[in-house]
């Protein structure tokens, strides 16, 4: 931000600040208080918000690790039977082999 801007904001902070001074419908204190009890509420809708984002997030990576792991077991239970038969399209080769030869 360039100096101009800078101050223009500024100038415009210090309005606005001093607009709402004059309009305020309570006195500093009762503001004070209401600024106090609403930061308050917000601290507690965040940490609310924050457990149950961090449930959400452990379910879905409880249910992607669940996945992931059923699609393991079915690669190698696919990867044994592809080695089952191409064990016995060898074994079956030999014997083939070995009946030619005699």
Request: proline share 1%; aromatic share 6%.
């Amino acid at each position: 931000m360039d100096k101009n801007g800078l101050s223009s904001f500024l100038l415009g902070l210090g309005v606005g600040v001093g607009i709402g001074m004059l309009f305020a419908p309570k006195s500093g204190q009762e503001t004070r208080e209401l600024i106090k009890n609403k930061a308050g509420e917000s601290g507690e809708f965040l940490k609310q918000k924050a457990g149950e984002t961090g449930e959400f997030v452990k379910q879905k990576g409880s249910e992607l690790k669940d996945t992931a792991s059923t699609w393991v077991d079915k690669g190698k239970e696919a990867v044994t039977r592809q080695k089952d038969t191409l064990n016995d399209a060898v074994e079956a080769g030999k014997q083939a082999y070995r009946d030619a030869v005699s």
